[in-house]
């Protein structure tokens, strides 16, 4: 029985990462099932046994992604609580989200396919979003203890988040990563004065 479910997995994961590689080089729209299974190794039959459609495998990727993104805000809160300043804490989420190539442009193409008409995956994204503020200000509270809510700040750095993403991806040079970090730190902490 473990043996199968691992094997499972395994099938799962050599999927997800087979659609995740079509879809940054296609786009969603041009990428389909047939397309993945190829892209894989398997038969249509084989895939449609773990995805009986596109939007079930683009739910998998988009929770995948999320799963990701969460970690790392995670980490940062842990990081937090022991010594480190928010301004590298934020330098180390910046860096790490916006520099990794793979998922970025999972994001960006995920985030485009809830915007123009995939109701469920923008309810996601909805609901993520609201979760990865809440992570956020839980961590501005640690490294920046105080009365103030850091409700704003949070919305404030997970919006420079996506737009420091899309930068990235984009190619934009000499993005002052450095100076951005330190700037939405000494925003938070002058916020709660």
């Given at each position: 029985?473990?043996?199968t479910r691992?094997a499972?997995?395994?099938?799962?994961?050599?999927?997800?990462q087979g659609?995740?590689?079509?879809?940054?080089?296609?786009g969603?729209?041009?990428?389909?099932?047939?397309?993945?299974?190829e892209?894989v190794?398997?038969?249509?039959?084989?895939?449609?046994?773990?995805?009986?459609?596109?939007?079930?495998?683009?739910?998998d990727i988009?929770?995948?992604h999320m799963e990701?993104?969460?970690?790392?805000?995670?980490?940062w809160?842990e990081?937090?609580g022991q010594g480190?300043?928010?301004?590298?804490?934020?330098?180390l989420?910046?860096k790490?989200?916006?520099?990794?190539?793979t998922r970025g442009h999972?994001?960006?193409?995920?985030?485009?396919?809830?915007?123009?008409?995939?109701?469920?995956?923008r309810e996601r994204f909805?609901?993520?979003?609201?979760?990865w503020?809440?992570?956020?200000?839980?961590?501005?509270?640690?490294v920046?203890p105080g009365r103030?809510?850091?409700?704003?700040?949070?919305?404030?750095?997970l919006?420079?988040?996506?737009g420091l993403?899309?930068?990235?991806?984009?190619?934009?040079?000499?993005?002052?990563?450095?100076?951005?970090?330190?700037?939405l730190?000494?925003?938070?902490?002058e916020y709660?004065?």
């Amino acid at each position: 029985m473990a043996r199968t479910r691992d094997a499972a997995t395994g099938y799962r994961e050599k999927i997800i990462q087979g659609a995740s590689k079509l879809i940054i080089e296609r786009g969603v729209a041009n990428t389909s099932l047939a397309d993945i299974a190829e892209e894989v190794g398997i038969s249509k039959g084989t895939l449609y046994y773990y995805y009986r459609s596109k939007g079930e495998l683009i739910f998998d990727i988009s929770e995948r992604h999320m799963e990701y993104i969460t970690d790392k805000i995670f980490s940062w809160i842990e990081e937090s609580g022991q010594g480190v300043s928010a301004d590298e804490v934020l330098w180390l989420v910046f860096k790490t989200i916006t520099t990794s190539e793979t998922r970025g442009h999972i994001h960006v193409y995920l985030v485009q396919e809830a915007l123009t008409g995939n109701s469920s995956l923008r309810e996601r994204f909805t609901q993520e979003y609201e979760r990865w503020a809440a992570l956020i200000e839980q961590g501005l509270h640690k490294v920046i203890p105080g009365r103030a809510d850091h409700g704003i700040a949070a919305r404030v750095i997970l919006s420079s988040i996506d737009g420091l993403l899309v930068q990235h991806l984009l190619g934009v040079p000499n993005v002052p990563l450095d100076q951005i970090t330190s700037s939405l730190a000494h925003l938070a902490r002058e916020y709660n004065s």
